[in-house]
T-cell receptor, first 112, second 112 residues
Framework: DVKVTQSSRYLVKRTGEKVFLECVQD?????MFWYRQDPGLGLRLIYF???????EKGDIPEGYSVSREKKERFSLILESASTNQTSMYLC???????????FGPGTRLLVL | GENVEQHPSTLSVQEGDSAVIKCTYS??????FPWYKQELGKRPQLIID?????GEKKDQRIAVTLNKTAKHFSLHITETQPEDSAVYFC???????????FGDGTTLTVKP
């Protein structure tokens, strides 16, 4: 069974702090994704990666960066957190382009 | 890029009735159309998907139809049950792009 885990379920940070969100998958999947989920706005893609050290911008990359140094781990970085980045962040992994995305449990981030 | 519109945003039905959720997409290159269900407080999970070479797919009480000419696809749930209450997301994906674009979600409530 595919397992996708995220480092924190809840996180409270202050404006201007650097924030790291980590995602780990155990199924040797090629593709990994970071989304943010806000009420009424669905799942919006921030960044995705289809291989180690490879990354592609999604629909809303501004204010975020990512790192994928190992195949199983995909990190989302908020360089300087702002209140409008308060959201639920979901990580997902996928074996290939036409396959199921498996989601992590989500990290609810509050930026004060 | 791809744009996916999903309707309705909320849907309330009586137990035993059918529910239909519709999505349209803009990119004719999209060839993979998954549907995810997200129960309250849980992660999204795939419930059914369809590929562009198929017009309809059924799995017990759920079915998905795809009209490539009109660029729309629909989720049909028959004999709804209270446990079908959740947020449903459609998505349109492209093997070459390696990512999917999600709709904004439909909150389905099944009243006992």
């Amino acid at each position: 069974d595919v397992k996708v885990t995220q480092s924190s379920r809840y996180l409270v940070k202050r404006t201007g702090e650097k924030v790291f969100l980590e995602c780990v998958q155990d199924m040797d999947h090629e593709n990994m994704f970071w989304y943010r989920q806000d009420p009424g706005l669905g799942l919006r893609l921030i960044y995705f990666s289809y291989d180690v050290k490879m990354k592609e911008k999604g629909d809303i990359p501004e204010g975020y960066s990512v790192s994928r140094e190992k195949k199983e781990r995909f990190s989302l970085i908020l360089e300087s957190a702002s209140t409008n980045q308060t959201s639920m962040y979901l990580c997902a992994s996928q074996i290939g382009g036409q396959e199921t995305q498996y989601f992590g449990p989500g990290t609810r981030l509050l930026v004060l | 890029g791809e744009n996916v519109e999903q309707h309705p945003s909320t849907l309330s039905v009586q137990e035993g009735d059918s529910a239909v959720i519709k999505c349209t997409y803009s990119d004719s290159a999209s060839n993979y159309f998954p549907w995810y269900k997200q129960e309250l407080g849980k992660r999204p999970q795939l419930i059914i998907d369809i590929r562009s070479n198929v017009g309809e797919k059924k799995d017990q009480r759920i079915a998905v139809t795809l009209n490539k000419t009109a660029k729309h696809f629909s989720l049909h749930i028959t004999e709804t049950q209270p446990e079908d209450s959740a947020v449903y997301f459609c998505a349109a994906g492209n093997t070459n792009a390696g990512k999917s674009t999600f709709g904004d979600g439909t909150t389905l409530t099944v009243k006992p």
